[in-house]
């Protein structure tokens, strides 16, 4: 039987998709994890340790009350407004109480700037309404004190199961044509390796803003190309290239004050070996 590590009690609000469920999997084994579940999934429903929890109508504090999490992780998805007010009560909660907090943010929080890479520090600026609803619930999590929020920052996440990857593969059924940005210079990363980072930041307690992406760059042609490849498809794909822009647009977010161990950290060719397996 596996030891638990702690006495962490964790919380991972949206563990019925496929990052939280991912890192539900990889955490229930060392600590005490629970999660919630949209109404639409019925799998978890005699499963103990989740919650039914449908955040645009559903009130947090009944589900917090009752875990009395040490760390509760943000891994939803929907409506973009409700899920602000909620992080605002979670807010509220973490300042009061002993309690982490760990966000997935993503690289759309600077996806304004286009000329390079971004690192930790940089200043967010998002044209995208995706982007502006990232940068609002980090700036909110920055006036906590600083031990109590860890910010991670995911560029897009492949992964055998990944909805990206599973969209690739339909349209490859359907023999429709998939849709490739020729432009776009992007770092990546796959559910495996973004659980075992999350896991490696609780266990040794980290804090602060996390880029925990591929250490190398890629084109989202090729790349797109490559999952192909891995699947021996390529030959018979069908793809839109679609230019947004005339130059090369960066959308990568690359560590430079929290980076993780060697073991923890990962390259494009990581995820593409994987998919072969």
Sequence with gaps: ???????????????????????????????????????????????????QYNFEEDDIYEILDIVKPTIIISALRGDFSKQVMLHQHLAEYVLHNSVKLLFLSSANVFDAYSKFPSYELDKTYSNSIFGHFKIK?????????????????LPMVFGSQSPRIQEILHFFKANEPIEV?????MNVTNDSKVTQQIHYIINRNKSGVFHLGSEDLVHHDDFVKEILS???????????QVYTTNEERYLAVLPKFNKLPKHLRLKSDDILSELKL
């Design 1 to 51: 039987m596996l030891k638990r590590e702690n006495k962490h009690r964790i919380l991972i609000l949206g563990a019925s998709g496929f990052l939280g469920g991912a890192i539900y999997k990889e955490l229930c084994p060392y600590f005490r994890t629970f999660g919630t579940y949209n109404v639409s999934n019925r799998t978890y429903e005699k499963n103990k340790h989740f919650f």
């Design 137 to 153: 619930i980090e700036n909110m999590l920055l006036r906590l004190p600083k031990e109590k929020v860890a910010i991670i920052r």
């Design 181 to 185: 940005f020729p432009n776009l210079v």
């Design 230 to 240: 891995s699947y021996d498809l390529e030959q018979k794909a069908i793809f839109k």
